[in-house]
């Protein structure tokens, strides 16, 4: 807990209020090219315990939400509008040095590539006893090393004890996102957000990167954003999802509302092109045809218009974000097709895909 | 590390070796006239210019001549002949003190200002004072060592005594040392310090951008610990690099422009001196003193690298 005053409710408190809240999230960066608005406009809430995945393409904005939450978007070009709560706290308010006790130690994150997100002239073991120090320099440097060997441990390096003194390129990449994920829970977080944290893994490796973050996630209750452009690692261990399209979210829902009953033709797109160990036949994977919209430049209305088969008249106005499926209030979307049509569409060859209706 | 060592120790004897052939051939064979009567200075008799070329082996064939004027050299035996018969290794080596406490000096202030500056402006790139930083380090960069001093000597020891006009006071009185010195230093320092200023900003505007320097920013470390312990320390390689040249060269009787001008008879001052009357067995000896120390700080450099980037391991491949 910090020194601020608050009034806000306790963290664990049942019943008041989401752990983490964004709410109308919007970022945009001052370009020589004009205003990209990375994120424009996205909701949603963290409770303990829980696993939501952000999935999207490259551009998408899913990692500036992430990095804003924490304020690491800050710079003198960027515009952040919209409200972040952390137990009812304001975030998006708070100072640089206020922020500074809530990253590490509230708010944990970890990255893309581990090969190069641990500096490669300290040891694994001094950064992560940075780390510990950073939010109480009470503790001594020997019982911080202490911690930190423990925590190799807890995360499955093994032989911590002298592992801690190895440099990060002497750590495998599985190992080093394994540290990362140490460095991140080392002050015992509420909120862990990973950013692409098994990308540049290789696929067994993901697989063991994933059932730490999930045994983690359990068995502290912590609350986890996982962003990925995976939809095999959302399968795995998500359990709500938000698809984000030309920084906006186009649909959110639980896993399975996003798995079997897909409302937004993009997230059809991109369940389309997973690849499948149940069809006989090796097939060309379907794509979604064009490329992400340039943010500079947001196409008229939807912003997956161009790009999408299914398009009408009506395609031209901005879709909100709501309940379409009278039976699901949480399950929104923001494609102006009727329910009935969708399911029709989605349809190809007996699985879910997008493409031309013929 | 030893293997390294004496991988380095065979590569500097290749490069002094190398370095000494190219200076023997421009000096002894290229020009047409004799060179015994160049080294025995202008109004030399012709039983001087005899003595000479038995002495420096002009009489032989080529290698044979390589080898007796080397080893006039390395041994001490050299003398100058237009330099009022001077012992040429007598000289470098009184010079040493000069030279080492002007670089020595120099190189704090650069070192200090370099880094000051370079980490200023990267911090606030982009604002008031990144540019106001980058004109002084530009300002510093264009001005040539021979009119700033000229402009110190005029104003701070002859208009206004400031300080002592020129010479060189031993360290057993440190007052006078460094009141004699201080001009020298900022002339040198001068240049040095716009220059790796500019380099440092540009370095840790790379380092800034990596994806670690995020991942300490995650962690909830201060701005200022980010800085200094993550970006300025993964900074440091390239001015690490830039600094044993400069100051292999510097050693090694670079200096020549501020020794002379400030009267600091060092190794300078005497390439100088040796330049000025196409004193060969001087400037033979100086080049070979001058590569040496070259040789030497690049191999310093080497070993500092391993120590600023622990990927960077000395071994097999290091030399």
């Given at each position: 807990m910090s020194a601020t005053p608050e009034t806000?409710?306790?963290?664990?408190?049942?019943?008041?209020?989401?752990?983490l809240a964004v709410e109308n999230l919007r970022v945009g960066f001052a370009t020589e090219d004009g205003r990209v608005?990375?994120?424009?406009?996205v909701n949603f809430e963290l409770e303990p315990g829980e696993v939501l995945a952000i999935v999207g393409e490259s551009g998408s904005g899913k990692s500036v939400t992430a990095q804003t939450i924490i304020g690491l978007t800050r710079s003198p070009n960027s515009h952040i509008e919209g409200s972040v709560r952390l137990s009812g706290d304001e975030?998006?308010?708070?100072s640089e040095r206020e922020l500074q006790k809530v990253r590490g130690s509230k708010i944990a994150m970890i990255f893309q590539d581990p090969m190069t997100s641990l500096n490669p002239v300290y040891t694994v073991g001094k950064q992560i006893v940075e780390a510990i120090r950073a939010h109480d320099s009470s503790i001594g440097r020997s019982s911080a090393r202490e911690q930190a060997v423990e925590l190799l441990g807890a995360v499955g390096i093994p032989d911590a004890e002298r592992r801690v003194n190895d440099y990060p390129h002497e750590f495998s990449g599985g190992m080093r996102q394994r540290a990362m994920i140490a460095m991140g829970l080392a002050l015992e977080p509420s909120v862990l957000i990973a950013d692409e944290p098994t990308t540049a893994l290789d696929v067994t490796i993901q697989a063991q990167i994933l059932h730490l973050i999930q045994d983690l996630n359990r068995s502290r209750g912590l609350a986890t954003i996982l962003i990925t452009h995976d939809l095999g690692v959302v399968a795995e261990v998500a359990d709500r999802v938000l698809v984000m399209y030309g920084g906006k979210v186009v649909e959110q829902g639980t896993l399975d509302d996003i798995f079997y009953d897909p409302q937004h033709p993009y997230t059809w797109g991109l369940l389309g092109s997973l690849t499948r160990l149940d069809q006989p036949r090796p097939h060309r994977l379907p794509q979604i045809s064009g490329a992400p919209p340039s943010l500079l430049n947001l196409p008229k209305g939807c912003a997956f218009r161009p790009r999408?088969?299914?398009?009408?008249?009506?395609?031209?106005e901005v879709p909100g974000l709501?309940?379409?499926?009278p039976e699901d209030p949480n399950h929104r979307d923001r494609c102006w097709l009727e329910p009935e049509q969708k399911r029709k569409l989605r349809e190809i060859e007996g699985r879910i895909g997008l493409e031309e209706p013929t | 590390m030893l293997r390294f060592a004496v991988r380095r120790l065979l590569g500097a004897i290749a490069v002094l070796f190398a370095i000494s052939v190219l200076v023997f051939l421009i000096f002894n064979v290229v020009p047409a006239t004799n060179p015994a009567a160049r080294i025995a200075g202008?109004?030399?008799?012709p039983q001087l210019i005899k003595n000479v070329e038995k002495e420096w082996g002009f009489d032989k064939s080529l290698p044979e001549q390589y080898w007796t004027q080397m080893k006039l050299i390395f041994t001490g035996k050299a003398t100058s002949y237009s330099l009022a018969h001077i012992n040429i290794d007598k000289r470098i080596l009184e010079g040493i003190p000069q030279t080492a406490s002007l670089c020595i000096g120099a190189a704090i202030i650069w070192l200090a200002f370099g880094i000051f500056f370079g980490y200023i402006s990267a911090i606030r790139a982009g604002g008031f004072i990144d540019r106001f930083v980058t004109v002084i380090a530009l300002i510093g960069i264009s001005m040539p060592v021979f009119w700033l001093a000229s402009i110190f000597l005029y104003y701070l020891t002859y208009k206004i005594e400031l300080f002592p006009a020129s010479g060189y006071e031993p360290l057993s009185n440190p007052v006078e040392w460094a009141k004699h010195l201080i001009l020298p230093w900022v002339c040198l320092a001068v240049l040095f310090a716009g220059f790796y200023s500019r380099v440092l900003r540009s370095s840790m505007l790379d380092v800034m951008n990596e994806d670690y320097v995020r991942t300490a920013r995650a962690k909830g470390l201060s701005q200022r610990r980010v800085m200094l312990r993550h970006v300025l320390r993964n900074s440091l390689i390239p001015i690490v690099t830039l600094f044993g040249l400069d100051f292999g060269v510097l050693i090694g009787g670079g200096a020549i422009v501020t020794e002379s001008l400030f009267q600091i008879e060092g190794v300078g001052y005497f390439v100088a001196e040796a330049l000025n009357q196409q004193d060969f067995p001087s400037i033979m000896a100086v080049t070979i003193f001058g590569a040496f120390f070259i040789v030497l700080f690049n191999t310093i450099v080497d070993i500092a690298y391993a120590y600023l980037d622990p990927r960077i391991r000395l071994g097999t491949s290091a030399a």
């Open positions: 806000a409710p306790a963290p664990s408190g049942a019943g008041a209020g989401p752990l608005q990375a994120v424009d406009g975030l998006t308010t708070k999408c088969p299914h398009e009408f008249g009506k395609c031209k709501d309940p379409r499926l | 202008k109004n030399a008799t």
